[in-house]
């Protein structure tokens, strides 16, 4: 159960050294990502000018406030509130996420099933498990938003934050196939029949 | 007691900010309990780091979780009280508009199909609002919930038959609880509707995951459905997060009503760890806000 202090854009090797249990600070860039953002990046063929590659996304769709544009904030946006999102609603865009953006890390909540595991394991990522609901506490590892881009889709814009601290989060889903969404799957399924006895039920 | 649209329409927008910021003492009571009981260190851990978001976002006058959620107001009309309905409705809905604008809320209300989101919290027919009635005399109470998506989007109908009996019943919630897996940011409570309509059963596993902690279904039948389903989907071993441990559930809450001779329907719908409300009441005394 290793730490990784982690500054992307990161590598391949990298991202395989990653293993389920390690824990995981990002320092400098996350982007911000979601359904609509999604929808309109890989089903209605719209673009990024972002190089996502290398990078971390976060499901997220920010409260945040308009401002003057300024050093620190020079997209015109202040956080408010940032947190994270359930990861299982866009499962089929973490391939072609990696495919065509090279993203390397997906960090969310809840988790993501076996075509993100795939995907991981062939091209080299990893899903790392922030904790759902403590978006108070996550705002206070955002320093600004740098950057927006498909700002028509807000709050379901791609958004490029400067992050410090951000963590620590568990990875969760690695490159070598393990996942321990699947694990206590597995296992809270094979505890059923005992829940059921419990209740009565024949 | 006479109650004027604009004491609502403020109350409605306080009643939004207050529930975004302030977690119900029930729910804190909630966390301590499970922080103690917990035996898994991992899930023990994730309890701490969501304890200490409460107090982050009291100290930093955030907001507790970035979903807004879907904002639902009850309101409880007591005896004695004049009221306008329909500027009543309407002043819930400039107050949930106001709440959002002036607080920078993020907007999380889009037209189902066009996805449009007008950035007011507000669309057709959302809020939702209900409207029920109370023999408490000259009150009127707002309750108002900023129901997350993550837990919402986990919500099941069964139209059971009598010859399933309340095994059926059993069965669907475990089920449901293994299929929601971390999805819906556990611990949760799980509220579960038993009987009634199809629509009336689903509004009872609202109602039921909504309650306050602590508090037990005044049907004899229905506490004590919830009493063993509670023991039995905390040994799933789901965990805060979906990520393992004995934390799946602060509770199973039950609601039931009478249903038809030849239904058994069941609905759940799961409340989050931000089990987030807020309650104004209005009496001659003035409006006091609490959960």
Redesign the interface.
Known sequence: MAHHELRPPISEAQVRLLRVNDTVTLNGTLYGIRD?TQIHMFDRGRKTRFDLSGHAVIH???????VEKSAAHPAGYAP???????S??MERFTLPLMREYGVRLVIG???LRDASAAAFRELGGAYV?I???????E??WVEAIEDVDLDDL??ESLWRFRVKGFGPL?V?MDSHGAS??A???S???A??A???A????? | MKIEPKQIEEAAKELYIRALKLLPPDVKQGFDALAKSESDAGAKRMLGTMIANIRVAEDTDNLLCQDTGIPIYNVWIGRGVEVDGVAMKEAIRRGCARATREHSFRSSIVHPTTRVNEQTSTGRGVPVIHVDFTDEPETLAIEMVPKGSGSENNSWLRMAVPAEGVEAIKTFVVDCVLEAGGKTCPPTIVGVGVGGTADLCVHLAKTAATRPLGTRCDDPEGAKLEQELSQAVNMLGVGPQGLGGDSTAFAVHVETAATHITMNPVAVNMQCHSARRARATLTPKGLAYGF
């Not at chain 1, 997220?60 to 308009?66: E, G, I, L």
């Not at chain 1, 509130?81 to 359930?86: E, K, R």
């Not at chain 1, 419990?198 to 024949?202: S, Y």
């Open positions: 609509a997220t769709a920010p409260n945040v406030r308009r408010v509130c940032i947190g994270t999102t359930t299982d609603r909540k809840g988790g498990a904790i759902g609901g403590t978006a108070a506490l705002t206070t807000n709050p568990l969760a321990l969404y694990e206590v799957k296992a809270a399924r505890r059923r005992a829940a059921l419990r209740l009565g039920v024949r």
